[in-house]
């Protein structure tokens, strides 16, 4: 059993508390052919930027993943928000000293003093930094593991859809095959039966007819196209069954497939593998849709 096929599309959030404090961390995942990682931290711990960026890319090959953490003080610890003491005791000192110099009380509202935004602070970590910084890092690991659940989930559904698809391409390659074993025959036939309605009865050189018939086998032998198809087939099984982020290699075997299907409509005359060729290209192509969205 290989590993998982995982979808690039996700959602992971994870709640953590510790020390009094409270951390929140998201991560939502959308497709990508590469890997891009986009994370918001509080203000602080840009620090942890990088090294939370790292431990996504670790899990994740592809994608396009926005992260968000939030930091708050849990219920219980200590107050949301702090005064700033020294700098309110610094500013009934000035008013007492303009006071004193005017000759008169100095008329100061609780409004004047609050526009200064330094007054009352959010509640500061900075003597809890290690302890903060590993309850970020919590947080947002069970995000990820989250994130990657889902992707494991999505990736499953989609496993089963492609290989019903390759299935489905498989079988009908095999309705074609066996209606191409004859073509050359077939042309033969059409070839003498009009030259026989032009020329009333008196066929040309049969050598000429001869070469002119394997001429057109060798233009319409697909048999080459049939065996690689079918290879293309088995490899793209073979990916899924491997599992992992496969999504680039099963692109190109589709560009392969794709390739094979097209020939096979070019060289065919014949108007039941014709539209074959054309429900296998629609069923090809639901196959790109869908892998799209593979790691």
């Excluded at 074993?181 to 026989?196: F, G, I, T, V």
Aim: hydrophobic share 40%.
């Amino acid at each position: 059993m290989g590993a998982p096929i995982r979808s690039m599309t996700g959602f992971g959030q994870a709640e953590s508390r510790a020390a009094g404090w409270r951390c929140s961390a998201e991560l939502r995942s959308v497709n990508g052919r590469h890997l891009d990682v986009r994370l918001r931290l509080p203000p602080g711990l840009a620090p942890l930027e990088e090294p939370l960026k790292k431990r996504v890319r670790a899990a994740c090959e592809r994608g396009n993943i926005d992260g968000s953490v939030t930091l708050l003080p849990d219920a219980g610890g200590a107050p949301a928000l702090t005064v700033n003491r020294p700098l309110l005791a610094a500013y009934r000192a000035a008013l007492q000293e303009i006071a004193g110099l005017l000759g008169q009380p100095v008329q100061v509202t609780l409004g004047d003093l609050l526009s200064n935004r330094e007054l009352i602070q959010p509640q500061s970590w900075e003597g809890q930094r290690e302890a903060v910084e590993a309850l970020v890092q919590a947080a947002l690991d069970e995000a990820l593991r989250g994130l990657l659940r889902m992707r494991e989930t999505e990736g499953a559904a989609l496993k089963a859809e492609l290989l019903a698809r390759a299935d489905a391409v498989q079988a009908l390659a095999g309705q074609a095959q066996p209606l191409t074993a004859d073509l050359p025959q077939q042309y033969a036939r059409r070839l003498r039966d009009n030259l026989e309605k032009l020329s009333g009865g008196n066929l040309p050189d049969e050598e000429r007819i001869l070469q002119e018939i394997s001429l057109f086998a060798d233009r319409c032998d697909v048999s080459e196209e049939f065996a690689r198809l079918h290879t293309h087939l088995e490899h793209l099984r073979g990916l899924l069954e491997q599992g992992g982020p496969v999504g680039r290699k099963f692109e190109f075997l589709l560009q392969e497939l794709n390739r094979e299907t097209n020939t096979l409509g070019s060289k065919s005359s014949d108007a039941q593998v014709s539209a074959l060729v054309v429900d296998m290209k629609s069923e090809i192509e639901k196959l790109r849709e869908q892998v799209q969205n593979i790691e």
